[in-house]
């Protein structure tokens, strides 16, 4: 068993929960490592049962200690459920049972308790309607030239993700990035308590899950909430540009880092190159930033600022820039019978617009295809803003839209009124594949664009031919 991070005991009394000890041997006096799905368990681990819609994660706690996990939290309800015989399964396999009233409540808490035994750790926290994930990204690679860095890896930023995240850390890291996603009301105000961050940086401010929130008024409060543990020495960066700004830094109690372009002391211009990304001009050195995009390079920026804020040096700014590559489903670049832009890890208004307005800029010889798939969770506003992009779509620099998604209706139906640019709407994967497929050429360049639920990312064979 790996290093022990905390003992059953010491959680107990943190958590004010009963421990049962079955009454046997215990495998072990703490646990090493910690999972919320038993497929996940190893010998050592903690088993947080969590309960979900669908599934009860306490029906898995058998499982999770025949893996070899040394210890189960779950809620005193569950302890009084007899189908369930927890007592029996803990004493039967040796395992700790750590009962609460609620597992989700206590599992955040348990990670602040133990994020706190790091004092030395400096913790950042990063939200915003989009560009977190690639601005957290951007910021680990800039940070570990110089710092021992631990972050949340992948999508790990929910309200369980967050908290498994943080039992990462560990004595030699010196500093934590982490993102701090949400999609319902009072989720990051958890996410702040868990991280209690030293330094918050807002990216911007958007519609994504703006049918979960009601509006961009309701989003931004949301997340300007990631500020709410601040007691007066922590720092908020807010984006300078954004219409937000002054919302956001209203009554935060601590410092006040308005970032953009203008604010970063090193820059001293930039060139777009396109599908190729920018060129950054840092301190009167070039660097290659291969991500494309003003939003991109609006997260470099975020970045950047954050770097200066640590102190890092001009090359390993430079170094980090120059080291980014595009994650899954965010401005990935294929090439094959076409060149594809592939962004559909999640779409919402203002990252469509901007990804159509990117293709557009960007100079190119052949034909240009644009591929859109639905923007979800835009509750009430969704019929208005696929209509709204389908009017951009109707003067773009296409030479064909291809829209797909029963949410796109309202945007193919704009297209329609317009009668610009030529467009294909289908809600089907098959068909769309297919008109696709006989309508591409060889040095096309497509965008493929739409949220994650459309799955658009199943076309890459066929834009690049790679299969047929």
């Given at each position: 068993m790996d290093k022990m991070l905390m003992s059953f005991s010491h959680l107990s009394q943190i958590l004010g929960a009963r421990l049962f000890t079955g009454g046997g041997q215990p495998r072990a006096e703490g646990f090493s490592s910690v999972c919320i799905d038993s497929r996940n368990a190893e010998a050592g681990a903690l088993f947080v049962a969590l309960r979900g819609e669908s599934l009860d994660g306490h029906r898995f706690v058998e499982a999770a200690f025949k893996a070899g996990a040394a210890g189960a939290l779950v809620d005193s309800a569950a302890m009084e459920d007899s189908s369930l015989g927890l007592a029996a399964l803990a004493e039967k396999n040796g395992g700790i049972l750590i009962a609460v009233e609620n597992t989700l409540r206590a599992f955040q808490d348990a990670a602040r308790a133990y994020i706190e035994q790091f004092p030395n750790l400096l913790r950042i926290g990063i939200t915003g309607s989009s560009g977190k994930t690639t601005t957290k990204e951007i910021a680990v690679a800039i940070a570990k030239n110089e710092k021992q860095v631990v972050m949340n890896e992948g999508n790990?930023?929910?309200?369980?993700?967050?908290?498994?995240?943080?039992?990462?850390?560990?004595?030699?890291?010196?500093?934590?990035?982490?993102?701090?996603?949400?999609?319902?009301?009072?989720?990051?105000?958890?996410?702040?308590?868990?991280?209690?961050?030293?330094?918050?940086?807002?990216?911007?401010?958007?519609?994504?899950?703006?049918?979960?929130?009601?509006?961009?008024?309701?989003?931004?409060?949301?997340?300007?909430?990631?500020?709410?543990?601040?007691?007066?020495?922590?720092?908020?960066?807010?984006?300078?540009?954004?219409?937000?700004?002054?919302?956001?830094?209203?009554?935060?109690?601590?410092?006040?880092?308005?970032?953009?372009?203008?604010?970063?002391?090193?820059?001293?211009?930039?060139?777009?190159?396109?599908?190729?990304?920018?060129?950054?001009?840092?301190?009167?050195?070039?660097?290659?930033?291969?991500?494309?995009?003003?939003?991109?390079?609006?997260?470099?920026?975020?970045?950047?600022?954050?770097?200066?804020?640590?102190?890092?040096?001009?090359?390993?700014i430079r170094k980090g820039l120059e080291s980014v590559k595009p994650l899954f489903g965010r401005g990935e670049i294929f090439y094959g019978r076409t060149t594809l832009l592939r962004d559909c890890y999640n779409s919402n208004p203002e990252s469509a617009g901007a990804a159509v307005e990117f293709c557009d800029s960007v100079e190119w010889k052949g034909r240009k295809v644009y591929v859109l798939g639905s923007m979800l969770e835009l509750g009430d506003t969704s019929d208005a803003s696929h209509a709204a992009l389908g009017s951009q779509l109707a003067s773009c620099k296409a030479e064909k839209v291809f829209l797909f998604g029963e949410e796109m209706r309202p945007g193919a139906e704009a297209m329609e009124q317009e009668a610009g640019v030529p467009f294909f709407y289908t809600t089907d994967r098959r068909e769309l594949s297919r008109s696709l497929d006989e309508y591409l050429e060889s040095g096309d360049l497509v965008l493929l664009k739409g949220s994650r639920g459309c799955a658009l990312e199943t076309l890459t064979e066929i834009l690049t031919g790679e299969k047929k």
């Amino acid at each position: 068993m790996d290093k022990m991070l905390m003992s059953f005991s010491h959680l107990s009394q943190i958590l004010g929960a009963r421990l049962f000890t079955g009454g046997g041997q215990p495998r072990a006096e703490g646990f090493s490592s910690v999972c919320i799905d038993s497929r996940n368990a190893e010998a050592g681990a903690l088993f947080v049962a969590l309960r979900g819609e669908s599934l009860d994660g306490h029906r898995f706690v058998e499982a999770a200690f025949k893996a070899g996990a040394a210890g189960a939290l779950v809620d005193s309800a569950a302890m009084e459920d007899s189908s369930l015989g927890l007592a029996a399964l803990a004493e039967k396999n040796g395992g700790i049972l750590i009962a609460v009233e609620n597992t989700l409540r206590a599992f955040q808490d348990a990670a602040r308790a133990y994020i706190e035994q790091f004092p030395n750790l400096l913790r950042i926290g990063i939200t915003g309607s989009s560009g977190k994930t690639t601005t957290k990204e951007i910021a680990v690679a800039i940070a570990k030239n110089e710092k021992q860095v631990v972050m949340n890896e992948g999508n790990l930023n929910s309200e369980t993700g967050l908290p498994l995240s943080v039992f990462n850390v560990r004595s030699h890291h010196e500093v934590g990035i982490f993102e701090a996603a949400m999609n319902h009301p009072g989720e990051m105000a958890d996410l702040a308590r868990v991280l209690n961050p030293h330094i918050a940086l807002i990216t911007n401010i958007g519609s994504a899950h703006i049918g979960l929130l009601g509006s961009r008024d309701a989003i931004a409060a949301e997340k300007k909430k990631l500020f709410c543990e601040f007691t007066g020495e922590n720092t908020a960066f807010i984006p300078a540009e954004d219409e937000y700004r002054e919302f956001l830094a209203k009554d935060v109690r601590g410092r006040k880092v308005f970032y953009g372009a203008s604010s970063l002391s090193g820059l001293r211009g930039f060139t777009d190159m396109g599908l190729e990304g920018t060129e950054i001009d840092w301190e009167g050195e070039k660097a290659r930033f291969g991500l494309p995009g003003r939003f991109n390079l609006a997260n470099a920026f975020a970045a950047v600022a954050l770097a200066q804020e640590l102190r890092l040096s001009a090359a390993s700014i430079r170094k980090g820039l120059e080291s980014v590559k595009p994650l899954f489903g965010r401005g990935e670049i294929f090439y094959g019978r076409t060149t594809l832009l592939r962004d559909c890890y999640n779409s919402n208004p203002e990252s469509a617009g901007a990804a159509v307005e990117f293709c557009d800029s960007v100079e190119w010889k052949g034909r240009k295809v644009y591929v859109l798939g639905s923007m979800l969770e835009l509750g009430d506003t969704s019929d208005a803003s696929h209509a709204a992009l389908g009017s951009q779509l109707a003067s773009c620099k296409a030479e064909k839209v291809f829209l797909f998604g029963e949410e796109m209706r309202p945007g193919a139906e704009a297209m329609e009124q317009e009668a610009g640019v030529p467009f294909f709407y289908t809600t089907d994967r098959r068909e769309l594949s297919r008109s696709l497929d006989e309508y591409l050429e060889s040095g096309d360049l497509v965008l493929l664009k739409g949220s994650r639920g459309c799955a658009l990312e199943t076309l890459t064979e066929i834009l690049t031919g790679e299969k047929k």
